[in-house]
């Protein structure tokens, strides 16, 4: 099933979807080190590094709600993709709690915890997009092959497309 959200050619969640996987991992490893070393700047880093993950997370998630909504009814990819809609909720919403629970010269305990449980959340979420990717074609070309042509000489690829007939 092709992607109905695509940016070049390519399907635009998964494309975006990297910067806040990025920032939210590096927040944790943040935290770990401000555990470590004791460091303000380490806290400060992870704060803004979950504050930019959040405002990633909420570009890349309506690309990937276009894409689920058009997952045929029944099947095992709408049931995978309802999960990991789902799972990266709870991870925006266990992220959003460890943002607000941060002050302004210290990092809690339980902001931390939230982080890693986020973090985790989010390795699980992760993985069911690769299932959805790899094992269910989600988001695949639909003339995928080793020999396929360029995503640049695909005409319309040069636009942000959502749907068949919607182009930005």
Request: aromatic residues 6%.
């Amino acid at each position: 099933m092709e992607s109905r959200a695509k940016i070049l050619g390519h399907p635009a969640h998964q494309i975006i979807v990297m910067f806040p996987v990025g920032m939210l991992g590096f927040a944790a490893v943040c935290d770990a080190a401000r555990a470590v070393t004791g460091g303000k700047r380490w806290a400060d880093a992870a704060k803004s590094a979950i504050g930019a993950g959040l405002v990633g997370a909420a570009i890349a998630a309506p690309f990937g709600l276009v894409d689920y909504l058009a997952i045929p009814r029944g099947t095992r990819a709408k049931a995978i993709g309802r999960a990991h809609g789902i799972g990266n909720v709870g991870v925006m919403g266990l992220f959003l709690a460890s943002f607000v629970l941060r002050g302004a010269k210290k990092t809690s305990p339980v902001a931390a915890a939230l982080s890693t449980g986020g973090l985790a959340l989010a390795g699980v979420t992760a993985w069911l997009g690769t299932e959805l990717i790899n094992r269910l074609g989600v988001g695949v070309y639909d003339r995928a092959s080793a020999d396929a042509s360029s995503s640049t000489s695909i005409p319309g690829s040069t636009s942000i497309t959502i749907g068949a007939d919607a182009t930005l």
